[in-house]
Nanobody, 115 residues
Framework: QVQLVESGGGLVLPGGSLRLTCVAS????????IGWYRQRPGKQRDLVAV?????DLKYADVVKGRFTISRAKNGVSLQMNSLKADDTAIYYC???????????WGQGTQVTVSS
């Protein structure tokens, strides 16, 4: 099992930046992929950016060039630049483990982009 705790959300002006951090604990050496999803108001939860073992990266088209995912100590971070109102959402850290079909989720952190 792995536990995921997000931090770094908040209120930011359009065009501003935020950095989200996800700290993993538990079976961190068994993590296959780790990354971020988001759920905007009234919408389904969508992929934002994911990093797989070996460093393969996947980004949603709507965040390419603005968001950057990177490994952090026992976790992952998400640098978000040029934020837009449409980026307002709850951001969730997620991970899966080798040999484990379960998808693990953090509690989420709220990001609000508003003037």
């Amino acid at each position: 099992q792995v536990q995921l705790v997000e931090s770094g959300g908040g209120l930011v002006l359009p065009g501003g930046s935020l950095r989200l951090t996800c700290v993993a604990s538990g079976s961190v050496n068994s993590i296959n992929s780790i990354g971020w999803y988001r759920q905007r108001p009234g919408k389904q939860r969508d992929l934002v950016a994911v990093m797989a073992t070996g460093g393969d990266l996947k980004y949603a088209d709507v965040v390419k060039g603005r968001f950057t995912i990177s490994r952090a100590k026992n976790g992952v971070s998400l640098q978000m630049n040029s934020l837009k109102a449409d980026d307002t959402a709850i951001y969730y850290c997620t991970a899966d483990l080798f040999g484990d079909s379960h998808q693990y989720w953090g509690q989420g952190t709220q990001v609000t982009v508003s003037s």
